[in-house]
């Protein structure tokens, strides 16, 4: 599968985006999808992930209740909408996938990876 990541830009803190990831194939509802972000400097870091029917999710402790994800199947396509933005959530943003039914917080778990969009917030 190959996935493409979007949606990104400069926003002021307090602001909202939604990332969006859409996938090719066929078989995008067997994959468990995750967001990963890396910001300047520092190390890739999980986000969320979201099972392949959707039906459950997991965040990082620093965006719980800010940051939402879901999928829509049908679509081939998964997002992340982002709420009460902070300067510190600035990093280039990546999707990933997993040819699995559960998705997982480590990197090295998913096989597949978009070529990340930047999310810029300003103070």
């Known amino acids: 599968v190959q996935l493409q990541a979007s949606g990104g830009g400069l926003v002021q803190a307090g602001g909202s985006l939604r990332l969006s990831c859409a996938a090719s194939?066929?078989?995008?509802?067997?994959?468990?999808m995750a967001w990963f972000r890396q910001a300047p400097g520092k190390d890739r870091e999980f986000v969320s992930f979201i099972n392949w029917s959707g039906s459950n999710t997991y965040y990082t402790d620093s965006v719980k209740g800010r940051f939402t994800i879901s999928r829509d199947n049908a679509k081939n396509t998964m997002y992340l909408q982002m709420s009460s933005l902070k300067p510190e959530d600035t990093a280039v943003y990546y999707c990933a996938g997993r040819a699995k039914e559960w998705g997982t917080p480590v990197g090295a778990s998913y096989d597949y990876w978009g070529q990340g969009t930047q999310v810029t917030v300003s103070s």
């Open positions: 194939g066929r078989t995008f509802s067997r994959y468990a």
